[in-house]
């Protein structure tokens, strides 16, 4: 990776430059059976959507406060490059009352409906499927984001040394992020070409640095799994070796 990036869209944009058909973020759900494989290409296609959409329809600017109500999934992956895309603070199971929007998944509607400024809601079904019947408050993410633009560029240039993530009651600028993802990923031998399996949440920062940042920061990639403790020893060793797993968190 290039040793000059300091935000996590920086990453993103080399990884994309390196080898844009390469495995990034694999995505297993063990209560439903779903499997997502997305290449840097589609991963970075995804987040320059989802970035239009929230600095285009959205209106949010850099130093804007976005509480993130989802769980370790594919889709909370690309809002958190998304963010970090247009300079929004990602504020992961942050306040919604103290945000200016929210992102929300099925779980956590009536929390989100404490946010007074726009309000986005994810099914987080399979292949990104829209609701059923769309939450009321809520634009649904699946329903807004397939028109956006395929490439993004900020209004305003994002400042690597502004606030970029706030989790687990600590807050991180984007270079200080990028830095420490770079730290866990020597530390945990990680680097271009290694496959990561990880079945721990998004609410910490220990399973964003596996479950994404790490990864990306050192030309890997994440084998991210959600409901992993429902999988048998057996059903597990199989997928390591079924997707070439060569570190585990």
Not at 81 to 105: H, K
Not at 158 to 179: F, N, R, T
């Amino acid at each position: 990776m290039n040793a000059t990036d300091r935000t996590p869209a920086d990453l993103l944009r080399s990884a994309l430059a390196a080898d844009p058909g390469r495995p990034l973020v694999t995505f297993y759900d063990d209560a439903t059976g779903e499997r997502v494989e997305l290449s840097v290409a589609t991963f970075a296609n995804w987040v320059a959507k989802t970035a239009n959409l929230l600095q285009g329809d959205l209106g949010a600017e850099p130093g804007d406060r976005l509480a993130l109500l989802l769980p370790a999934h594919w889709q909370s992956a690309v809002w958190l490059l998304a963010c970090s895309s247009v300079g929004v603070v990602a504020a992961v199971d942050g306040d919604p009352g103290a945000a200016d929007l929210v992102v929300s998944g099925p779980d956590a509607l009536d929390r989100a409906l404490a946010c007074g400024g726009e309000r986005v809601a994810l099914a987080l079904r399979p292949l990104g499927g829209r609701f059923p019947q769309p939450p009321a408050g809520f634009a649904d993410y699946a329903v807004e984001v397939p028109g956006q633009g395929d490439r993004f560029a900020p209004f305003v240039p994002v400042d690597p040394d502004g606030p970029g993530l706030a989790v687990g009651g600590a807050e991180h600028s984007y270079a200080q992020l990028v830095e420490r993802a770079r730290a866990d990923a020597a530390e945990r031998g990680l680097g271009p070409g290694s496959r990561l399996l990880t079945g721990l949440g998004y609410d910490t920062w220990e399973g964003l640095s596996a479950g994404l940042f790490a990864p990306l920061a050192s030309g890997g990639s994440v084998v991210l799994c959600r409901n992993l403790a429902g999988l048998s020893p057996e059903a597990l060793a199989q997928r390591v070796e079924s997707e070439r797993v060569t570190h585990t968190a």
